[in-house]
């Protein structure tokens, strides 16, 4: 049994959604996909939510235009005629309840999170009309399901949390009847439902999240996330040109790589997968015959798969004088953190036991002014000085077992140190997954550079090597033959 999972960019014109169903047809039975709304969709209807709040009645018509016709676009290339129609009606329903959604929040003067969640829902539901209409007039036996009925959430509008018991309970009352009457089904990506019913959204990654929640609802032997991009890379490939498809990747790694700032997934998506033991293969709609990257339980080896960054960072320091308050300068410093929603990328102990360093998001922190002011108040009874640089970079060395090997560092440090980089700050986590330093934000593209090359680059070339004597000993042996 397997789950597909197609992007926006996978589904955003009509020759596209042909493109993915074509891809959906060539799985194997019992099969599910989950669709995402058309590339630009969902920020056209929050827009069309925007303007409404301020009572710009035109403005908000013709957003809701636009979205009418790029769906309408895509319906017109439904061949059979019957399946033209009958998702015609569909997508009219589903467009009424947006413009009845509309008038409510123009009347509030408003958009709420619940509101919100309502109107952006429309994109998914259009999309899996249009998809299941599609692969029926190929002759393919398929139903749409709106994710609300399936996906069980609480009510947190707008970021909800997912219910898998009850999630587990629902899939098998609606998706298992459909599967084992040989239908291909195409779900919603992005939305659930609250205990009441009510449709919620699972906020940033949800589409994939969706995926991964469904293929463990229905035990699932693979999820496939379908992209824009040939798999997990071993770096930014606008930072690193050379940078190339990892083959296979751990749980572990791909999470650790996601919190890093990798964008193939957010690090959410792969918890359901772990749970149910499930491989996850990232696969290109725009190379379909690429093997991407599966990411599973066991790693390949314990070399470094990939390098990266994340910047927009500010770098917290806090010493204390006195050891024994540590505990309680420390439990201070995150109470604060988590009372501004401010999040913490990473937080380290000095070997001297009394300094604390943190590296969290500038933008929820507001910059080293306010951060510091609010923190010098809350550790005033600790004496603690803090001190904040708000021009840092992280870049994470990612491989699982790398980390607990000693030479590892030595090699990236020395590495950073031929490149004249200076390291703020260094880290090898116990998980034995990554390598992390701290550099100035300026020089972090080449530190990714060079990391990349020391680990990396000379894995391709070795690879490179040996296809290239490969290639030396066909041609003699056909020559000699």
Not at 98 to 120: K, P, Y
Request: charged share 20%; hydrophobic share 45%; aromatic share 4%.
């Amino acid at each position: 049994m397997i789950v597909l999972k197609f992007g926006g960019t996978s589904v955003g014109t009509l020759e596209k959604v042909r493109d993915a169903a074509t891809i959906i047809t060539q799985q194997p039975f019992p099969r599910a996909a989950v669709v995402s709304a058309a590339s630009g969709v969902t920020n056209l209807l929050l827009e069309a939510a925007s303007h409404a709040a301020a009572g710009d009645i035109e403005a908000r018509g013709k957003v809701v235009d636009l979205i009418d016709g790029k769906h309408r676009a895509i319906a017109a290339g439904i061949t059979n005629e019957s399946e033209r129609s009958g998702a015609d009606a569909v997508l009219d329903q589903l467009h009424a309840g947006l413009r009845d959604a509309l008038e409510t929040v123009g009347d509030q003067g408003s958009v709420t999170n619940e509101s919100s969640d309502r109107i952006v829902a429309t994109g998914e539901k259009c999309m899996s009309v249009l998809m299941a209409a599609l692969l029926r007039s190929r002759g393919v036996s398929a139903a749409h399901v709106f994710a609300d009925t399936v996906i069980g959430t609480d009510d947190r509008f707008g970021s909800a949390r997912p219910d898998r018991e009850r999630t587990r309970t629902q899939a098998e009352s609606v998706v298992l009847p459909l599967l084992a009457e040989g239908k291909t089904v195409i779900m919603t990506g992005f939305i659930g439902g609250a205990p009441d019913g009510r449709t919620t959204t699972l906020g940033r990654g949800g589409s994939d999240y969706s995926a991964t929640l469904l293929g463990a609802a229905i035990d699932a032997t693979e999820v496939q996330i379908w992209t824009d991009v040939p798999g997990v890379l071993s770096a930014d490939p606008r930072q690193v040109p050379e940078a190339r498809v990892v083959p296979v990747i751990s749980y572990e790694e791909a999470q650790e790589l996601a919190h890093f700032g990798a964008k193939v997934l957010h690090p959410r998506t792969i918890r359901p997968a772990v749970a149910r033991n499930i491989p996850v293969r990232i696969l290109s709609t725009f190379a379909p015959f690429e093997p991407g990257t599966v990411v599973q339980r066991r790693a390949s080896d314990q070399r470094i798969k990939a390098v990266t960054t994340m910047k927009g960072l500010m770098m917290l320091s806090v010493d204390v004088p006195e050891l024994e308050d540590l505990s309680g300068a420390a439990a201070t410093v995150f109470q604060q953190l988590h009372v501004g929603r401010v999040e913490v990328v990473h937080a380290a102990q000095a070997s001297s036991r009394r300094r604390m360093t943190y590296l969290v998001d500038g933008a929820s922190a507001g910059g080293c002014a306010a951060t510091t002011a609010n923190l010098d108040i809350a550790l005033v009874d600790f004496e603690a000085e803090v001190s904040c640089n708000d021009d840092v970079a992280l870049v994470a060395a990612v491989g699982q077992g790398s980390a607990d090997q000693p030479e590892t560092l030595g090699k990236m440090m020395d590495v950073l140190r031929r490149a004249s980089i200076p390291v703020l700050g260094s880290s090898q986590q116990t998980s034995n997954v990554a390598l992390v330093v701290v550099v100035p934000a300026s020089r972090a593209q080449q530190a990714v550079e060079v990391v990349h090359e020391a680990f990396i680059g000379s894995q391709a070339a070795s690879a490179r090597g040996r296809r290239s004597r490969r290639t030396r000993m066909i041609a003699e042996s056909v020559q000699v033959g």
